[in-house]
């Protein structure tokens, strides 16, 4: 026998029966962000190395650690790609997308980083991105998080989850508050572990973000980056609170909120959990106003989020809303002559019955174990056809779940016999 292949390390299957939270996610989404009038974009899951290079930042965890990059046969470098707004953003520019145009896209696919595997942190994951391009104000930063929020209720996982929101205003407000920063970190030199030591001289507001104890007590008191933004974010980030206080929509400041890339400006946003441990944070985002032009484009205004499908699948399946899909009916056919009918009544009723869920036995074997797998299919009932019911043009429906008798039903109304049972 030969060795058995493995999945690799941090990649893992999604198994059928494990699908019945994802089906129910995406199916959500879907309707959410059709509500709100966005498009659908797909784009290679392969790009130039350079891509992320120019947009993430060389000097990021993400393409210091962990992308997976290699030169394909002729020579190039790609990169399978660690998130998705780069992508996304190439895709618009080359497809001429953003020209004099508003657009409100979102996305769905794996993403891959190598990190080292934990719940909720995988090395091939998935992610839904939603992007905006064109929209300047803090109306389109609000529809964002309102947008969120919509799917967290519609999920039934609102209470589970907290927003926490602040600002990294302009460029210009981001390097006078770095001149501070460092020279508050400085002073805090032996407290600083390695990591930090090394952002501090290269990206020093991910010090910020440090998830070191220690690191933590001192960036605590470290300056505050909201106290250094210029009027225009500063009325940018007030209109943004006072629309979310509008509408009802409870949030956190938390002004050691800086996000892991380079690209983004004014606005960002998190919807943490305190119910997946260390891997907190289920949706995250922000505004990137100079990500087109610094990737070849025309200036344009924009913002997008990115939610992972792990983490809000096992929400869900912590809470225990993740139901399994199960058929309708099964149909059991025994005999010869009800054999070779079964495929046509099959497909007669899915013809009759569009949104019906009918699994027709295939394989032959006895009424018992065809019985059996009856009831396993966790099916409300089953359509039992043998020779004898073909000649009589009859068939015999028999629940599976709760109460009732088998009954037989005329073939020529058994579409309409399944659909007042199932409707009920």
């Known amino acids: 026998m030969s060795a058995r292949i493995q999945a690799i390390r941090g990649m893992h299957d999604l198994v059928p029966e494990g699908m019945a939270c994802w089906q129910r996610l995406e199916s959500a989404v879907r309707e959410i962000v059709d509500a709100y009038g966005y498009q659908e974009i797909r784009f290679p899951v392969l790009e130039k190395t350079e891509l992320f290079k120019r947009s993430i930042g060389e000097v990021t965890d993400i393409v210091e650690k962990e992308m997976y990059t290699f030169d394909d046969r002729n020579g190039d470098s790609l990169t399978l790609r660690p998130e998705g707004t780069a992508g996304c953003v190439r895709a618009c520019i080359e497809n001429g997308l953003l020209h004099n145009q508003v657009q409100k896209l979102w996305y769905m696919g794996p993403m891959f980083r190598h990190e080292r595997p934990q719940k909720g942190r995988y ?7 939603i992007e905006t391009f064109g929209l300047a104000g803090p109306d389109i930063d ?4 309102l947008m969120a929020r919509r799917l967290w209720q519609r999920l039934g996982i609102l ?3 907290e927003l926490q929101i602040n600002s990294l205003g302009t460029s210009a407000d981001r390097k006078t508050y770095r001149v501070a920063l460092v020279d508050y970190l400085q002073q805090h030199r032996e407290q600083l572990d390695d990591d930090s030591l090394r952002r501090m001289e290269t990206n020093p507001m991910r010090v910020l973000d440090s998830k ?23 009325a ?33 946003f998190e919807w943490v959990t305190d119910r997946l441990g260390a891997q907190g944070t289920v949706c995250a985002g922000g505004r990137y106003d100079g990500l087109v032009e ?11 989020f990115a939610m992972g499908l792990e983490r809000l699948v096992a929400l869900l399946e912590e809470a225990g809303d993740c139901p399994q899909r199960t058929p309708d009916v099964y149909l059991v056919l025994v005999g010869d002559v009800a054999i070779s009918q079964g495929a046509s009544l099959a497909e007669s009723l899915r013809d009759d019955l569009p949104r019906l869920k009918l699994v027709q036995h295939c394989g032959a074997g006895s009424f018992k174990s065809q019985f059996k797998k009856a009831d396993r299919s966790g099916a409300g009932y089953a359509l039992i056809l043998g020779d004898d019911e073909v000649e009589q043009g009859t068939i015999g429906v028999k629940p599976l779940r709760g109460q009732g008798d088998q009954v037989t039903v005329p073939i020529a109304e058994l579409a309409r016999h399944l659909s007042d049972m199932i409707s009920d």
């Not at 209109?239 to 606005?267: F, H, M, Q, W």
């Not at 610094?294 to 997008?304: E, H, M």
């Open 123 to 129: 090395r091939q994951f998935y992610q839904i991105g």
């Open 294 to 304: 610094q990737l070849g484009g025309k200036p344009v205004p924009a913002i997008g």
């Open 159 to 161: 209470d589970q989850l």
């Open 212 to 234: 070191n104890p220690e690191v933590q007590k001192v960036v605590a008191s470290a300056p505050s980056l909201v106290d250094y933004l210029n009027e225009e974010a500063r």
């Open 236 to 268: 940018d980030f007030e209109g943004l609170k006072s629309t979310l206080e509008a509408c009802g929509v409870a949030y956190t400041i938390n002004p050691r909120l800086v996000r892991g890339l380079d690209y983004y400006s004014k606005t960002v």
């Open 142 to 145: 609000a529809e964002l998080i």
